[in-house]
């Protein structure tokens, strides 16, 4: 069964940054596409950024130029570094893995980024 563990999450302040890391297991094939999602308190599941097994990167238009998203696809691990946070990024964050049609969602990590 596939599982992903996301670690990395926590508070900071405005400007702050933090590093998101996803691992999956209980395949043995690799994750066509990685990324994250993320709730915000009364907003619905967002898709912040996406990853493909060529390379090819996607984000939302809110956090294009402030987060980044990297894979291992040996590992099947996904990272997604976050700059210049601001409090409207508040939420849970979810990693992300696609296997042909099937979706897979992590439990989720906090982020909160105070003013």
């Known amino acids: 069964q596939v599982q992903l563990v996301e670690s990395g999450g926590g508070a900071v302040q405005t400007g702050g940054s933090l590093r998101l890391s996803c691992a999956g297991s209980?395949?043995?094939?690799?994750?066509?596409?990685m990324g994250w999602d993320r709730q915000i308190p009364g907003k619905e599941r967002e898709s912040v950024a996406r990853i493909i097994l060529g390379g090819r990167k996607s984000y939302t238009d809110s956090v294009r130029g402030r987060f980044t998203i990297s894979r291992d696809n040996t590992k099947n691990t996904a990272d997604l570094e976050l700059n210049d946070l601001k409090p409207e990024d508040t939420g849970v964050y979810y990693c992300?893995?696609?296997?042909?049609?099937?979706?897979?969602w992590g439990q989720g990590t906090q982020i909160t980024v105070s003013s």
């Open positions: 209980g395949t043995r094939f690799i994750f066509h596409a």
């Open positions: 992300y893995a696609r296997i042909g049609t099937s979706d897979f």
